[in-house]
């Protein structure tokens, strides 16, 4: 697994992650990305991040088996504590953050492009939040920021997935474009935002994160509460070894 960093412009760093095969990152995988996300953000010259991904997809949430090849919780509080860190490092990146998304999208990743500022998605791009059937709860707080209310209940509780076509409706994803076409997208809107005064954009991007109705830190983390609470009671530990066993892992 690595996570890059690239400065493709004077102002625009791109981070890559690129753990195969589906994109689902370990504990430190998590923990890598939020620190990679902050030191982008933290440099004065850059001006735009933009999150990409290798591989068939964008983002399969937290590596399974690593948590279910563990003895105890460690594992469990480590991806928890990953997960919120990685978010809140998108969340919180001073500079605006596009996420350009392929392929998959699903749990983990819903929460990262759920707290970036611009989504750009290929049109084979699916999004979803399948931790019901992994026993688990999350990134409802951020899937709440793509869709409207009554269909964010619905898909969390179906775990179904809706496309980019379908999010774009809803205004939640800027652009979406073929496949080939993405990463040009993506590098068009950092383009525009870079080319704007850094001083008056992360102003803005402390002002609007001020007047979000949301605590996105305070909601996410009172999630995680419950997906502890299931892991005590067994049904998490059941449904991920169901899952396992599904895939043939």
Known sequence: MTITRTRVDEHIEVVTVDAPPVNALTVAGWFDLADTVRAAGADPEVHVVV?????????????????Q??????????????????????????VPVVAAVHGHCLGGGVGLVG?????????????????VERGALGAATHLARLVPPHLMRTLYFTARTVTAAELQGFGSVYRVVPPSELGDAALDVAGSIAAKDTRVIRAAKEALNGIDTQDVH???????????????????DEARQAFLDEKGS
Do not use: W
Request: aromatic letters at 12%; hydrophobic letters at 40%; charged letters at 20%.
């Open 51 to 67: 999150l990409r991904a290798e591989g068939r997809g964008f983002n399969a949430g937290v590596d399974i088996k690593e948590i």
């Open 69 to 94: 090849a563990s003895s105890g919780y460690e594992a469990l509080v480590g991806a928890n504590r990953g997960c919120y860190a990685a978010f809140g490092a998108v969340y919180d990146c001073p």
């Open 115 to 131: 707290n970036a500022d611009v989504v750009v998605a290929s049109d084979d791009a699916t999004f979803g939040v399948p931790e």
């Open 218 to 236: 305070r909601s996410y983390r009172f999630e995680q509460g419950f997906t502890f609470e299931l892991n005590l009671l067994g049904a998490s």
